[in-house]
């Protein structure tokens, strides 16, 4: 058995086009320009009575402590329109041999979800270096024996196959609703033409998706790594020349390992939270609003650190509630509780607590609590909790408050317009893309943390693992004060460059987090917000004008912020294709839901006029088909691994919820049709239930303190909020 020819030429006929690459790790090398692309399509199996069935969705209790396989029984590869198609891996071995002896210059694979493949290339290539942000996650995995670079094309996408041939329009997009994954197959299977032409598809997808890339950056070993680089690239490009103020970014980064982590300590994320009073409950007439370009429109205007942080140990009132400073602060505070029914601080960001209760996750009340906090997060910290005892500085630490670079925001303010203008104008659909992604991905190259913890891996396929977990193919080197130093000098060489500093993104959050908090704790608002989400509210009953004044407020200050940068006003409020103005930074009126429940955070369905919708961290989208009605969304209502695989849109997609099984010690194994395998390494992926839940200490609070509030506050106002 070897690979075959699916389309196109032998590799020996293909004329590689070589290149001098002339920037990055690859600079002054030879290396291939071609884009070459792989994929491949694997069974589940699981061995139960000794011997390897598919998974039995009407009785999946034995396969829960069963043994699990996995196996490559297809892969594709391709050469620009070229592809070769195998169905025994190890044949792969095969085609890398001849394509090293045709072209023995450096070479780049794309890989869709490196991640999932990744488990199966260990059984037939020794990789001698892997980067990894987290433990099995590779993002590029080299093969010198090859001079091969294992690149993965999700991390520079963030899409789906799917989907990326639709974002951008692609010539070639992968066929859908074609492969039915339950059934049992192994590199003796016999395919249809119809399933070939599945995994085929794949790669050439791929290969249409990478064109535009090398188009865009010149040269495959040019293109990011990630989504987040190729914003960096561009942000580096607009802040080429603006040296000055990158030196200053330069003496914003921490100098010691401890001030870094303080940093870190002080980065919150967005808030999720439903109010207590609605958890569980029906509520009908709910009105959804959400914040025009949240981030983007914080990092226009926001205040940001602009210089080293100094320590000071007295008169830290000097220092608060203006816009000359900006400061990080540690402290103590006892005997606290929560003013609203929507709780600010996060238990799991604390750096201890006594005596604390919580609701989801979210601080009640405490006899002790201790936080590092940005000046946003304190000074709401102060509005959102009563401080019943006293509050303990333990550290102080100042630094002057400022805009970040002209430059750099004009370069925001320009694709929030491209953004707007290109949207859904035909023929603009890879510039729209391009301006899309990039200002969404501003913020995670702010959030972006510059130095982390290194991720070890090391597997050799002469040792015999066991699953015991003792033996670890993925580990993580922590940051100590050796690496840390080592990498701030090294970051402190490209000074001239450094146009942002990890403190930057930390109260870019912050000030994000704030315009929601001043939503949720303005004047009338807390009996009335259901649920937020990072930079949206749902509302119920709210007559008051909360959103109209801020949005009067957002309005003069994007005017004083365009005057700032001597840009028209306009730019601050570009049209769409059909004339319609959308200011950034406003509070827009999303939609209005016939009904809404939530359970928690991440957790709820809503009716409109299009009918259910369902948001629920773990599931698809698609797993609304379980439910009949809104009042069908309840505490332990379980979901089984058959419902959500009946789920389905009608084009091969289902809501199922998978559950990676990970191995590096598979034994010699039999399948039905005779296909012995003695691969050792894979990923086996079985489907599992969802449960929704809510944790015993909510349901305590959902059936005791909050039925007491919710009596007093609605049912003596004659309001049975949706009841």
Not at 518 to 546: F, P, Q, R, W
Request: glycine share 6%.
């Amino acid at each position: 058995m070897s690979y075959e020819i699916y389309q196109g030429v032998p590799i020996s006929k293909i004329k590689f086009n070589i290149v001098k690459a002339d920037r990055g790790k690859y600079r002054y090398q030879s290396i291939s320009d071609d884009i070459m692309c792989f994929d491949t399509e694997v069974t589940n199996g699981y061995i139960i009575d000794g011997e390897i069935v598919p998974f039995d969705y009407d009785n999946p209790e034995p396969y829960k402590d069963c043994e699990k396989h996995s196996l490559v029984y297809f892969w594709s590869f391709a050469i620009n329109e070229n592809v070769y198609i195998g169905r025994e891996l190890k044949d792969f071995v095969k085609l890398m041999r001849e394509l090293h002896t045709y072209c023995p210059f450096q070479k780049i694979i794309y890989v869709h979800n490196l991640s999932y493949d990744f488990c199966f290339l260990m059984n037939i290539f020794e990789f001698d270096s892997v980067f990894a942000r987290k433990s099995r996650h590779p993002m590029v995995a080299d093969v010198e024996k090859y001079r091969t670079t294992f690149r993965c094309s999700y991390f520079l996408t963030n899409l789906s196959l799917e989907n990326w041939g639709k974002a951008y329009n692609l010539s070639i997009t992968k066929k859908i609703g074609t492969l039915d994954y339950t059934k049992i197959r192994t590199p003796l299977t016999t395919m249809t033409k119809e399933e070939i032409d599945y995994g085929a598809y794949d790669v050439l997808t791929q290969v249409e998706g990478i064109k535009h890339y090398r188009n865009q950056y010149g040269h495959v070993y040019n293109i990011p790594l990630t989504h987040t680089g190729k914003m960096r690239r561009e942000c580096e490009a607009v802040m080429e020349k603006e040296i000055s103020y990158n030196k200053k970014v330069s003496t914003l980064v921490p100098k010691t390992l401890s001030e870094y982590k303080e940093q870190c300590d002080a980065f919150i994320g967005g808030t999720v939270l439903c109010n207590w009073l609605y958890k569980d409950r029906t509520i009908t007439n709910l009105e959804a609003w959400d914040i025009a370009s949240s981030y983007p429109f914080v990092l226009l205007t926001g205040l940001y650190p602009m210089s080293p942080f100094y320590l000071v140990e007295r008169n830290y009132e000097r220092y608060m509630y203006n816009d000359k400073y900006l400061y990080i602060v540690t402290f103590k505070a006892t005997n606290i509780e929560s003013n609203f029914n929507c709780h600010f601080l996060s238990k799991s960001k604390a750096l201890s607590t006594k005596g604390v209760e919580v609701n989801n996750g979210r601080v009640i009340r405490a006899e002790e609590v201790r936080y590092t906090l940005t000046s946003v997060d304190y000074e709401m910290f102060l509005k959102c909790y009563e401080v019943k005892g006293e509050i303990t500085i333990e550290k102080f630490q100042y630094c002057r408050a400022g805009y970040l670079n002209k430059n750099f925001r004009k370069f925001i303010l320009n694709l929030y317009a491209d953004k707007t203008t290109l949207k859904g104008v035909v023929g603009m659909e890879d510039i729209y893309m391009n301006k899309k992604e990039y200002i969404n991905s501003a913020y995670g190259d702010y959030v972006t943390k510059i130095f982390a913890d290194d991720i070890l891996f090391t597997y050799d396929s002469l040792i015999d693992y066991t699953d015991d977990g003792k033996t670890k193919i993925w580990d993580k080197d922590a940051l100590s004060e050796e690496s840390y130093h080592k990498k701030y000098n090294s970051l402190q060489k490209k000074k001239f460059k450094n146009y942002k500093a990890f403190i930057h993104g930390v109260f870019v959050t912050a000030n994000a987090r704030k315009r929601l908090w001043d939503c949720i704790t303005s004047e009338g608002m807390d009996e009335h917000l259901v649920y937020t989400d990072t930079d949206s509210a749902k509302i119920h009953n709210y007559t008051g004008n909360y959103f109209e004044k801020e949005n009067r407020r957002v309005m003069e200050l994007n005017k004083k912020i365009a005057e700032d940068l001597g840009v028209p006003e306009e730019m601050f409020a570009p049209k769409d294709k059909y004339g319609v103005a959308h200011p950034i930074g406003v509070w827009e009126h999303e939609d209005t839901y016939d009904e809404f429940k939530s359970l928690g955070c991440k957790q709820y369905i809503y009716k409109d006029k299009e009918g259910l919708h369902l948001t629920c961290a773990g599931v698809s989208k698609l797993a609304v088909k379980c439910f009949n009605s809104v009042d069908d969304f309840e505490i332990d209502r379980r979901l089984s691994e058959k419902e959500l695989h009946e789920c389905t849109d009608g084009k091969g997609h289902t809501a199922e919820k998978l559950i990676p099984y990970y191995s590096v010690s598979y034994g010699k194994v039999t399948y039905p049709d005779g296909y012995v395998s003695t691969y050792k390494c894979g990923v086996c992926l079985m489907p599992t239930t969802f449960n929704l839940s809510m944790s015993l200490n909510d349901l305590y609070y959902l059936f005791n303190e909050v039925k007491e509030k919710i009596s007093k506050i609605f049912y003596e106002e004659g309001d049975n909020i949706g009841l």
